[in-house]
């Protein structure tokens, strides 16, 4: 809590809302004119009730560039980003459960050896430069996948179901997740892999083998059950780093989400939009790493808070 | 057996050595040994500018859109991309490290305060808050270096103050401390020297991390425009809409990031092998 109270004592004192007038040649006149529609000629500490009182009921700004409310505009965007980070994120992780069992059966073969590389790979290649890569063979020289955007330019569809369920979104879903999906099962593989060889060493598998059970059963019974803890708990803290990574795959597809809306906001110089953007980012994270801190909290019972 | 057997006989960490040795030596001489000026606009026998050229003879990895060197401005990225690294990640484990050994040892209110500090830190998502620091402030790379580092500590901070904890209760310590030993000579004598493992392995991290987090802020246009790095080198290609043709362009600065950030990467895994025994090859 005290956390977010820090947090709301940053946001207004950014020099922010001084700075509306710099992007533009404005007279004087209206630069005053500007300043005091936008409360920005009061004294700082009224600005800042005026921020709270603001967000208590729920408005966060006043865009300058798109003219609308900030409000509206992370409406609009957070659905996108929330689908692609969902489909990234089932797509990242199967593979990484697939691919972490694959991979601790064949530990010291060549095929462990690639995964490693594959890991360190999809761990280390910048998504926009994946994305760059997908996009230059997938959509410019095999013609397979479109290239950018949520649907084809001047699609309009009739309700939400066809919005984002049709083919065509489907379609321009393909490449973004597939991109961000590849950078996401980096680590979850590498720690799924390690954490079921782990698991396989212990003590209680050994009992289990003695007792007679086929090798199957002792894996899938009782190893990856215990191994999948560690791959999860790292899942959950990289669900808020992978706002960033999502960032640059959504500005390299033009994919209309959150985090281009960010992108643009900073080129176009629209503080509120950045400011209320930052914002529920922030207060969202803080949110979910709450909630992870919880939920570890109960599926672990070793684990106490003081 | 000890670290140097160990990396020398685990192929993927003799790789990710080779790797980093091989990019620290152009980092140092790239622009010495560089064909071209990388700012230079190339021209032909006519005097005219050879756009997007592919690569030939004189211009091995061909030419940009303005008609400037690709291979020059890859050696020339080198450096600053390298510099960028390393030095964020020295300043982020530096930070993270103390924060960290000073939690841990002293316990209680400074713990406290300084876990405090990290806590409100922490819930700062990181690209967004990179974007909208690089963005205020002007676009030179010590404000990007700084950017980065304002954040990553806290990561480092909270295990090595972990660990800290526990080695702080070992009668070693104890028996330092009733024998007179100073506080601050406890800690840096005799603590720091048993989280050193973990400290580099955090810089390894860091450094391939800051890299690539690098390369995505050039990317966006926030970079140091008067410095050629591997991300500004894809935010060219990007812009001008040359990722259709130029594949000379567009593979190069992504190979070799790439390159970088799986060479630790691997050697960083080398190191977990090592403080886990349980991974090595049954």
Not at chain 1, 277 to 305: E, K, Q
Not at chain 2, 52 to 75: A, C, F, K, Q, W
Request: with cysteine; aromatic share 12%.
């Amino acid at each position: 809590m005290t956390l977010l109270f820090v947090l709301f004592r940053l946001m207004p004192g950014d020099p922010l809302s001084g700075l509306i007038g710099a992007g533009f040649q404005l007279t004087p006149e209206v630069r005053q004119a500007l300043m005091s529609r936008f409360g920005l000629d009061q004294p700082l500490h009224m600005q800042y009730l005026l921020y709270l009182r603001n967000l208590l009921t729920g408005y966060l700004g006043w865009s300058l560039y798109y003219q609308v409310p900030v409000l509206n505009i992370i409406q609009s965007r957070i659905w996108n980003t929330l689908i692609l980070a969902l489909s990234s994120f089932v797509f990242a992780y199967s593979l990484a459960l697939v691919g972490g069992i694959i991979l601790a059966q064949r530990q010291g073969t060549k095929i462990e050896a690639l995964g490693i590389v594959l890991s360190a790979v999809s761990r280390g290649a910048p998504m926009f430069w994946t994305g760059m890569i997908a996009i230059s063979i997938f959509s410019f020289s095999l013609n397979w996948l479109p290239s950018h955007g949520m649907h084809t330019p001047g699609y309009l569809a009739k309700d939400i179901v066809e919005q984002y369920f049709s083919l065509d979104f489907l379609r321009h879903l393909v490449l973004p997740t597939v991109v961000s999906g590849f950078y996401f099962l980096g680590l979850p593989l590498l720690v799924f892999k390690d954490s079921l060889l782990e698991t396989l060493g212990e003590d209680y598998i050994e009992l289990a083998r003695a007792k007679g059970l086929s090798e199957r059963a002792v894996f899938y019974k009782h190893a990856t059950r215990n191994a999948i803890m560690p791959m999860l708990t790292t899942g959950m803290t990289l669900i808020g780093l992978a706002l960033e990574g999502i960032l640059y795959v959504e500005v390299v597809f033009s994919w209309p989400g959150m985090g281009r809306e960010i992108v643009l906001a900073v080129w176009n110089r629209d503080y509120p939009l950045i400011q209320g953007m930052f914002f529920l980012i922030a207060v969202s994270i803080m949110g979910m790493n709450l909630l992870s801190d919880m939920i570890y909290g109960m599926i672990d019972p070793r684990i106490t808070y003081g | 057996m000890n670290a140097i057997d160990f990396l020398r006989k685990d192929k993927f960490s003799l790789a990710g050595v080779v790797i980093l040795v091989f990019f620290g030596c152009l980092g140092l001489a790239g622009p010495l040994i560089a064909p071209y000026d990388p700012w230079y606009v190339n021209r032909d026998k006519e005097g005219n500018p050879l756009f997007l050229t592919t690569p030939d003879s004189t211009h091995l990895l061909g030419t940009d859109n303005m008609g400037r060197d690709i291979l020059s401005e890859l050696l020339h990225g080198a450096r600053t991309v390298l510099i960028v690294g390393f030095l964020t990640a020295f300043i982020v484990v530096f930070i993270g490290a103390n924060f960290g050994l000073l939690a841990g040892y002293y316990g209680g209110r400074i713990d406290s305060i300084l876990m405090r500090i990290t806590d409100v830190v922490y819930s700062i998502p990181f690209t967004p808050f990179i974007i909208v620091l690089v963005a205020l402030l002007r676009p030179s790379i010590l404000y990007v270096v700084l950017a980065l580092s304002l954040l990553m500590w806290r990561a480092p901070a909270r295990v090595i103050r972990s660990q800290v904890l526990g080695l702080s209760k070992r009668p070693f310590i104890k028996a330092a401390k009733v024998s007179g030993a100073s506080d601050l000579r406890i800690v840096y004598l005799h603590i720091a020297p048993n989280i050193m493992p973990l400290v580099l392995l955090y810089l390894a991290t860091n450094v391939a991390w800051a890299i690539t987090a690098e390369a995505g802020i050039s990317f966006l246009g926030l970079g140091d425009p008067g410095l050629v790095s591997w991300g500004r080198m894809l935010h060219l290609c990007y812009m001008v809409g040359a990722i259709r043709v130029a594949w000379w362009w567009l593979w190069p600065p992504g190979i070799c990031i790439i390159l970088v950030t799986v060479a630790i990467y691997l050697i960083s895994h080398a190191f977990e092998e090592i403080a886990n025994p349980r991974l090595r090859k049954r």
